[in-house]
């Protein structure tokens, strides 16, 4: 039976966004009719990958970062503009279901995004969110609320694998969540592996997440890249620019957005690859199978653990912000297809097609 079914992801950077891509393109093969609610830079990236298709702006919380090193009173300060912003997507998502007669939301990290009248999925990867230690007394009551938001819908699905290892580690591992969850594997828009190529690029610098921090770290690749040999290449996450930094080196090329064929063939082509380490970007570069460097965003504790998690592991190299320099930029040899059960690309159509049919009796409206 044919679905209405609306995607909702966050507006936190583009790897909510980019990680829905696959979700989207099993349920579109499958034959459902898919509607896609975003805002600014994720919705423009979706109307790219997806021009076909009917979407609807729902605005929402977007986070916003201090220029220093921890985010934890920025984030404080904005938690009652961000209660008030749940309470208005939810109210902006019941108006949607009604008016498009949506059978099923599935709402990537987005607290408002279910409904009490049609089934409603979460997706995150973060069910044991980090805190920085000073404040590491606070993780229960924080975890606590998520779950309470979590608790609104009728499934999670965690885009990892349920054993070890797994990408996330403690981030995606947490039995006090009390919904049904499945673990569906790596959602990456990326169908096999990077291909060998001639590496005529020394170092691809992929910027994401939120401002001001954004922008902080592509200044210092600006004013780094003077005194780098060699060919430089940036891609800034910025979908719905059209211009670009002025007065840059000679030896540095800027690109505000790379569709899915060149950014794999900007990979191939690259000796080194540089990014923040935001989950999405990781599932991403596993599914090409190249390693890279991460830079954190600054008290983004997420990308801290991660950074600091998949380093003992081998896998990637990384440091802080405050401490880059190209010549710390040292790539590790470990394969990453030796570390994880990394399976077929139709793995989430074949688990969507499957989840559609067990669940079709419970999809029917109130």
């Known amino acids: 039976m044919r679905k209405n079914i609306l995607i909702c992801p966050l ?30 830079a994720p919705l423009s990236f979706l109307q790219k990958e997806f021009p076909n298709l009917e979407f609807i702006r729902l605005p929402g919380f977007e986070p916003t970062y201090s220029k220093g090193n921890s985010q934890v009173f920025k984030l404080l300060k904005s938690i009652p503009g961000a209660i008030i912003d749940f309470k208005r997507e ?27 009248n049609v089934y409603s999925v979460y997706i995150t990867h973060q069910l044991n969110i980090q805190v920085p230690r000073f404040f590491r007394w606070t993780q229960p009551i924080i975890n606590k609320i998520h779950h309470s938001y979590i608790k609104h819908y009728n499934e999670l699905w965690v885009p990892d694998i349920s054993s070890s290892p797994s990408l996330a580690g403690e981030l995606s591992h947490n039995s006090k969540v009390k919904v049904k969850t499945h673990y569906i594997g790596f959602l990456s828009r990326f169908t096999s ?22 922008t902080i770290l592509e200044n210092i690749v600006i004013r780094q890249s003077c005194d780098v040999e060699g060919k430089i290449v940036v ?37 080194n690859i540089i990014c923040r380490g935001g989950y999405s970007s990781l599932m991403d570069l596993i599914r090409l199978n190249r390693n890279a460097f991460l830079i954190p965003t600054p008290g983004q504790t997420e990308q801290e653990y991660l950074a600091d998690y998949l380093s003992r592991k081998g896998l990637f190299n990384s440091c802080k912000q405050k401490d880059f320099t190209f010549d710390k930029v040292i790539i590790p040899e470990t394969k990453i297809k030796d570390c994880f059960a990394i399976k077929s690309q139709n793995e989430i159509k074949i688990f969507l097609e499957e989840w559609i049919i067990n669940k079709n009796n419970i999809f029917a409206k109130n």
Request: net charge negative; charged share 30%.
């Open 11 to 40: 507006n936190w950077g583009l790897g909510h966004a980019t990680r829905c891509v696959p979700i989207v393109r099993g349920l579109l093969e499958l034959g459902h009719n898919v509607i896609i609610a975003a805002d600014k």
């Open 90 to 116: 939810h109210k902006a998502l019941e108006k949607i279901v009604k008016d498009h007669n949506i059978d099923i939301v599935i709402s990537d990290n987005r607290f408002g995004c279910w409904s009490k």
């Open 193 to 214: 592996e990077a291909q060998e190529r001639e590496k005529e690029i020394d170092y691809l610098v992929i910027l994401s997440g939120p401002e001001p921090q954004r």
């Open 235 to 271: 891609l800034r996450a910025k979908p719905n620019d059209t211009e670009l930094p002025c007065d840059l080196p000679q030896n540095v090329t800027f690109y505000n957005h790379a569709d899915d064929a060149f950014f794999v063939e900007l990979v191939e082509k690259s000796k």
